[in-house]
């Protein structure tokens, strides 16, 4: 899908990658973005909307599905990650509740949108969702989580024109990986190969020099021939969520 004269909206876009694909969205003549943020947001550029939307907070969603009155691409983003070594129940629902039912909850109330526009969904996961990173236990438990939902919708939506692609992110120099020693991608790439992949219509997104490597292992593998063949029992219409 090419962004130009499209309508965006960015979860978490006060900062990291979600300011990036803002800024992105922007240059590639985006008609509207909506900036999803817990805090005040300023943007000079007049076609940034910014929206209140913790994805934890029902009201707040359902309130800002009102405000939105048109949809092409909604851009799942908002995320928390905290070190563990899986010793704390509460450490795996604080990430369970923004980055797996923060998004089904932001996505369900733009899904109307969505159809009618023929639309498309971007995940932001990581390459976490695919192994686990044990110093980031529960956070990989909810990007898997995550991605596994996203298969599930993708397959469901796939007769109502929606897409849905996941990004498998690497490393990227963000206020989330600050302090980690290793090569790392800016925010500002990550940003371009992730509305690159989606201008090229990629279901499964690999947007920088730490992701890219495992793509094509990934979609010559047994775990995206199998995603294939469960998707394949979904019946062609009437399993579809409303
Ligand atoms: N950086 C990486 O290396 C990397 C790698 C793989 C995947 N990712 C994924 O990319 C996405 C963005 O990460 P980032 O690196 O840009 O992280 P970041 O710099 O830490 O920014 C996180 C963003 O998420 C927002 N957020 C957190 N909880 C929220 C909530 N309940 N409701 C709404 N917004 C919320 C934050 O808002 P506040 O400013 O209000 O806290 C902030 O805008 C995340 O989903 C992350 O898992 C990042």
Redesign the pocket.
């Known amino acids: 899908m090419n962004i130009e004269n499209k309508t965006v909206l960015i979860?978490?876009?006060?900062?990291?990658?979600?300011?990036?694909l803002v800024d992105e969205a922007l240059k590639r003549g985006a008609k509207r973005v909506y900036a999803?943020?817990?805090?005040a947001l300023q943007n000079a550029d007049k076609r940034v909307t910014p929206l209140t939307?913790?994805?934890?907070?029902a009201s707040q969603i359902q309130r800002a599905a009102v405000e939105v009155d048109n949809l092409d691409v909604l851009i799942?983003?908002?995320?928390?990650?905290i070190y563990d070594d899986l010793s704390n129940a509460d450490v795996i629902e604080q990430h369970l509740?923004?980055?797996l039912l923060?998004w089904f909850k932001v996505t369900r109330a733009f899904l109307p949108l969505l159809k009618r526009s023929k639309g498309a969904i971007v995940n932001?996961?990581?390459?976490?969702a695919l192994a686990a990173v044990p110093v980031l236990s529960a956070?990989s438990i909810s990007?898997a989580a995550a991605f596994n939902m996203t298969q599930s919708l993708r397959a469901f939506l796939a007769g109502e024109g929606v897409t849905v692609h996941n990004?498998?992110?690497?490393?990227?120099?963000?206020?989330?990986?600050r302090g980690?020693e290793m090569p790392?991608?800016s925010?500002e790439s990550?940003a371009q190969g992730i509305f690159d992949g989606l201008e090229k219509g990629e279901e499964d997104i690999f947007p920088d020099a730490?992701s890219q490597p495992v793509a094509e292992g990934w979609r010559t593998g047994i775990a995206k021939a199998l995603e294939r063949q469960f998707a394949a029992f979904v019946p062609k219409s009437g399993a579809n969520p409303e």
Do not use: E, Q
């Not at 799942?76 to 990650?81: C, R």
């Not at 932001?124 to 976490?128: I, R």
């Open positions: 979860t978490g876009a006060n900062r990291g990658i979600g300011r990036a999803g943020t817990r805090s939307l913790d994805v934890t907070n799942n983003n908002a995320g928390v990650a509740a923004v980055n923060g932001d996961l990581s390459l976490a956070y990007k990004v498998f992110l690497g490393p990227i120099d963000t206020d989330m990986t980690l790392k991608t925010p990550a730490g």
